[in-house]
């Protein structure tokens, strides 16, 4: 387990951020509010982070914000009392957002503020698809049902991209969701995201190339051991890719009318142009004019990490309705 855990961190295999080494002594969450519910032995917190405090909430705006993968804090890593210094893009998001929007960050299950719980089996235990869109949709839902915004807009990158139609689809709250805005993900499924990655002539650390290699035989044995703890592939037990691999978005995303803004880079390892090309056709042949689709010439996984220009982009497409 510990081979595939560390390895996954390395090559950054789906996680959308930085690895950081060190502590900043600035916050960068100063108006953050942090919320628990509890669900019997389980719990997820949920984090709003404003971005004027005080301010009639009637009157703003808000960014629901769905996180990559990962066993550790949707805010990142916090050690006595001080944030890692890395470059998350919650991290920016809060940064660089215009002030009339707050932002809603729906933790994944029994997850603590600023903790890594990558070997907690409390953790990786409820690690699948479902409980992490059951975990994000009970955030959302009871939050938006005792607040009040002016616009609400649900943002994931990576696999909180991935899993965004699935929980917009199951809100109770749907109807107060404005526009929807997906980064660093596609239309296709893990699996045939990761067959189109083993013919990928792009550049990729070798063990990188050989996990993605691994992902035939690893999705015949789940096949038969979707509940199995004590089998990882790429840092997560089997039970986790029993639901991840064979979902695919594009089923879900074709199923949605309100505004879609989805950006991807070409050079993207994690998950493959091709999969974001493929969503981008499918809504021309249904003929639906929902989506606007925006491709990073050049861009990884993170975009390259100019996340303050792409929140620029993001921000005038959320307001304004256009890319400049």
């Known amino acids: ?107 994944k299950m029994n997850i603590n503020l600023g903790k890594d719980q990558t070997d907690d089996p409390k953790v990786f235990e409820h690690y699948t698809l479902e409980e992490r869109v059951a975990a994000a949709q009970l955030v959302i839902d009871t939050f938006l049902e005792n607040h009040q915004y002016n616009k609400v807009y649900l943002m994931g990158a990576s696999e909180g991209a991935q899993i965004l139609p699935r929980v917009y689809n199951t809100l109770r709250t749907k109807n107060k969701i404005a526009k929807l805005v997906v980064l660093g993900s596609g239309g296709l499924s893990q699996y045939e995201e990761f067959k189109v990655l083993q013919q990928s002539p792009l550049p990729m650390p070798e063990p990188y190339r050989q996990l993605l290699m691994e992902a035939d035989s690893v999705m015949e044995a789940i096949r038969s051991n979707q509940d199995v703890h004590d089998k990882w592939y790429a840092g997560y037990p089997y039970k986790r890719w029993a639901g991840f691999f064979p979902y695919r978005p594009l089923d879900d995303f074709v199923t949605i009318d309100i505004p879609i803004f989805l950006i991807q880079g070409t050079k993207d390892i994690s998950a493959p142009i091709e999969s974001s090309r493929v969503f981008a056709a499918e809504f021309k042949r249904l003929g639906k004019n929902n989506l606007t689709y925006v491709e990073y010439k050049n861009g990884d996984h993170r975009l390259n990490g100019d996340f303050k220009k792409t929140l620029a982009e993001i921000e005038n497409w959320l307001v304004k309705g256009t890319v400049e």
């Not at 949920?46 to 914000?65: A, C, F, P, R």
């Not at 006595?80 to 210094?85: F, K, P, S, V």
């Open 1 to 107: 387990m510990r081979k595939y855990v560390l390895l996954s961190l390395a090559i950054a295999l789906i996680i959308y951020s930085g690895i950081g080494v060190s502590y900043a002594k600035e916050n960068p969450y100063g108006n953050l509010e942090v919320n628990r519910i509890d669900l019997n032995d389980n719990f997820i917190n949920y984090y709003v982070l404003h971005k004027q405090k005080d301010q009639d909430t009637k009157s703003k705006g808000l960014i629901i914000y769905l996180t990559g993968s990962g066993m550790d804090c949707a805010l990142g890593l916090q050690q006595e009392g001080a944030w890692q210094h890395d470059e998350l893009l919650i991290k920016s998001i809060n940064k660089y957002l215009s002030p009339d929007f707050d932002i809603l960050v729906p933790e």
